[in-house]
Nanobody, 122 residues
Framework: QVQLVESGGGLVQAGGSLRLSCVASGSIFSINTMGWYRQAPGKQRELVARITRDYGIRKYADSVRGRFTISRDDAKNTVYLQMNSLKPEDTGVYYC???????????????WGQGTQVTVSS
């Protein structure tokens, strides 16, 4: 089994910062792309940022580019999201995702964390 566990969410004032972490554990052979998504009340889940294993290629949503930074530590099976200059519209539940293979012979599967709440007050 594989688990993703997020941490670091909370309540912050506009202009503040938070750092989210997500640790993958279990029967992991390799992890390809890792990413962060968010879902605001009444809205669909959307991509915030993702990072590939090879070359660390990053992709950001237009709404967060320049304010958020995604990074990963493959030795720790962990992905981070540094969020600066937070805005009330960044409020939502943030989910971690990872493409994980459990052996050299199996295809990757998308796994998701349980989510962590980020609330930005104005």
């Amino acid at each position: 089994q594989v688990q993703l566990v997020e941490s670091g969410g909370g309540l912050v004032q506009a202009g503040g910062s938070l750092r989210l972490s997500c640790v993958a554990s279990g029967s992991i052979f390799s992890i390809n792309t890792m990413g962060w998504y968010r879902q605001a009340p009444g809205k669909q889940r959307e991509l915030v940022a993702r990072i590939t294993r090879d070359y660390g290629i990053r992709k950001y949503a237009d709404s967060v580019r320049g304010r958020f930074t995604i990074s990963r530590d493959d030795a720790k099976n962990t992905v981070y999201l540094q969020m600066n200059s937070l805005k009330p519209e960044d409020t939502g539940v943030y989910y971690c995702s990872a493409e994980i293979s459990m052996s050299w012979a199996t295809a990757t599967v998308d796994y998701w964390g349980q989510g962590t709440q980020v609330t930005v007050s104005s």
